[in-house]
């Protein structure tokens, strides 16, 4: 089967519960394959162990626990989420469809920096995480996970030196990515950020599952999960941040409602509200900056009976409603459909989102999420000669350099030629005189149509500088040549 290229590093990020935690070594959350049941009374029986303390914030709470891996199989925690499929499966669907490696058990993920050592390019990454805390921590470990292997990445080829990141994320999974992306830096080195049912606007679900609390009998097990599920940080990220409580005067935001709503800390709930409005807010303002509108790509299931507001009732309760405003929403069974978009993407755009018919715990094995990721994934056909005008390049590179002094190099898209002029990936390529390539990078994009680089450690001698648009052929670069002379010359 033919394999799809990929010269990005990719990170697949769970949602919550879909990391398996251990401690010291002994697994407390992981069912395997198969062992649903027995997953969760191994959990069931850890619970306690596994409950927060009160002012954790964005910490870890020193515990002992720590991620070993993403969950391959079902799983789930009554109270938290629903039951889920494991990740195997799209892991193995990546690796098989497109150019992409795991790091292998006594492998070692990066170029050799031994004689003798085994090199295994590593451009897959799985991103476990303690999926009980704030997703501000965890999106803090995902931005050194993420420079730790970019930068191995890019030194194990020449042409790699660009690679940039592709986000895979699953629910909850994407706002842990979209808080690194947008508040700390993360979208500079990120080409796409695909969300599969990730509640950017939360979840109802997680409302009643804090206001109505679960106490939980499974066989000769039994626990009440409700201290638990109400000591999390990253279940209050997951509240609405929406108006969803219905009340005489109308629907209200929960944040309006904190002290009415049992089982919910009101910390945590502004705490959470603060956290949505940080990412919404970055968003918004990288996209008028000048960013791109399409970051994020979100995957939306869609027409699936899904709870979206809620009424309390006499007792204190929650009664879920699949109506908002009278209106049936749907969406894929725990998220909403207006809340899966991002703050930054139009609900009124067709363009801006992927629908599927998918529900949420199976969403990431849906045939039609399968060709969406593919889609956005693969490359671009390639453009043979004389299907499509190549898109026309000036270049400017200076007549005469000196050694070791940077070399600019420029290039100038004409748009009229071809659309899409301002948005091309510009390959430059620094050949010696004997044909040899010395240097292959893309350029940076300046804005205009407009694109450049810098060039560093050529030494003496005449080179030949050539660009032209990535999903053009190499035969239609433009080329210029410099001397580069002695730097005491």
């Keep these: 089967m033919r394999q799809e290229p990929i010269d990005d590093l990719v990170v697949v990020i769970p949602g919550i519960t879909g990391s398996r935690l251990a401690v010291d070594g002994k697994e407390v959350w992981g069912p395997s394959p198969g062992a649903l049941g027995r997953g969760l009374a191994t959990f069931l029986g850890s619970v306690r162990a596994l409950r927060l303390p009160t002012d954790l914030g964005d910490d870890h709470p020193g515990d002992g626990v720590v991620p070993t891996g993403l969950v391959p199989s079902l799983h789930a925690v009554p109270g938290v989420r629903p039951v889920v499929d494991g990740y195997s499966d799209l892991i193995g669907w990546l690796e098989r469809t497109f150019t992409l490696r795991r790091a292998l058990p006594g492998s070692r993920p990066g170029p050799p920096d031994r004689p003798g050592a085994p090199e295994v390019p590593v451009n897959l990454v799985e991103f476990a995480y303690d999926w009980r805390l704030s997703c501000r921590y965890n999106a803090r470990l995902l931005a050194v996970r993420v420079d730790e292997a970019l930068g191995r990445w890019r030194a194990t080829a020449p042409h790699r030196a660009e690679a940039k990141v592709r986000l895979i994320c699953h629910s909850m999974g994407g706002l842990v990515a979209r808080y690194w992306v947008e508040c700390l830096g993360g979208a500079e080195i990120t080409r796409q950020l695909i969300t599969l049912g990730t509640p950017h606007r939360g979840s109802i679900g997680a409302l009643e599952s804090l206001v109505n609390g679960h106490r939980i009998g499974l066989g000769p097990v039994a626990a009440d999960l409700t201290a638990f599920s109400r000591s999390l940080p990253s279940l209050h990220q997951l509240i609405p941040d929406y108006a969803c409580v219905e009340t005489p005067g109308g629907l209200r935001h929960p944040r309006e409602l904190a002290t009415a709503l049992e089982g919910v800390d009101p910390r945590l709930l502004a705490d959470a509200g603060r956290f949505h409005g940080d990412i919404r807010d970055a968003a918004v303002e990288r996209v008028r900056r000048g960013g791109s509108d399409r970051l994020c790509l979100p995957v939306i299931g869609v027409r699936q009976p899904t709870p979206t507001t809620a009424a309390v009732t006499g007792d204190g309760l929650l009664r879920l409603i699949e109506t908002i405003e009278g209106k049936d929403e749907g969406g894929d069974g725990r ?22 018919f998918a ?25 043979y000669r004389g299907s499509l005008p190549a898109h026309p390049l000036g270049v400017r590179v200076p007549e005469y350099g000196l050694a070791g002094q940077p070399l600019r190099v420029e290039a100038v898209a004409d748009g009229t030629g071809r659309p899409g002029a301002a948005a091309l990936a510009v390959r430059a390529t620094v050949r010696a005189e004997n044909g040899d390539v010395v240097v292959e990078r893309l350029l940076s994009n300046v804005g205009g149509g407009r694109y450049e680089r810098a060039f560093d450690g050529l030494g003496p001698g005449v080179y ?12 239609t670069a433009v080329t210029a040549l410099t001397l580069i002379l002695e730097g005491d010359a």
């Design 464 to 475: 030949a500088v050539s660009v032209h648009a990535k999903q053009d052929s190499a035969d």
């Design 335 to 356: 998220v909403a459909r207006f809340a899966a978009y991002p703050a930054e993407v139009a609900l009124d755009d067709p363009t801006a989102a992927r629908s599927s």
């Design 359 to 383: 529900n949420h715990g199976a969403i990431k094995g849906h045939a039609g999420v399968r060709e969406d990721l593919y889609d956005w994934l693969a490359p671009a056909p390639a453009v």
